[in-house]
C-alpha cells in the first residue's frame, strides 16, 4: 500500500521526471559511442551528402512537342480569347442569340430537333467578317451536334444554310 514518505516507481528510471543521474547519464552516452547512424554533436550529420529522396520522374525532361504553341490548349492571343468570351455575357449577344432562336421557333434548322440543348451559329464565320456579328440574317439555330459538324468547315455550309433561311 502506499504509505507517506514513498516514492513512486522507484527502480524504474524511465519514470522518474525528466531527472536523469549521471550514472544514467554516462550510460546513454556510451551507447551512443559508435553509433554511426545518429546525430554526433560536434560532428558532421551522418546523412551529409546523401540526397534526400528521389528527383522527379520528369524533371529536366522537356517535350518540345507538347509544350507552348504545340500544345494543343495553347491560345496564341490570350486577349482575343478573353474578348469572346466577355462578348459571350454581352447585352447584345443575349438578345441577337435569342431573336434567332425565336424565330427559328427553338428547333435546330439541320436536324429539326427541338427541346434540346440550342446554339446560335453564325452562317458566315467572325473571322471572315466581323461586321455580321450581331447580324440575325447571319445567324442559325443548331443543336449541338449539328454545330460541332460545322466546326472548321464553317464556310462548306454557308450556301446551305442561307438557303434554309430564305
Ligand atoms: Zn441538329
Known sequence: MFKNGHQLNLGNQYAKGNKHTEEWKEQARQRMLGNSRGFVKGKPSPRKGIKAGFPAWNKGIKMPDRCGANHHYWTPDRTKAKEKR??????????????IFERDLYTCKEC???GVY???????????DETKIFDVNNGITLCRNCH?????????????YQKLLN
Open 86 to 99: 466577355n462578348l459571350r455575357r454581352s447585352l447584345e449577344w443575349t438578345a441577337w442569340r435569342s431573336e
Open 148 to 160: 460541332m459538324k460545322t466546326f472548321r468547315k464553317e464556310m462548306t455550309f454557308v450556301e446551305k
Open 112 to 114: 429539326g430537333i427541338s
Open 118 to 128: 440550342l446554339e446560335p451559329h453564325h452562317i458566315i464565320p467572325i473571322r471572315e
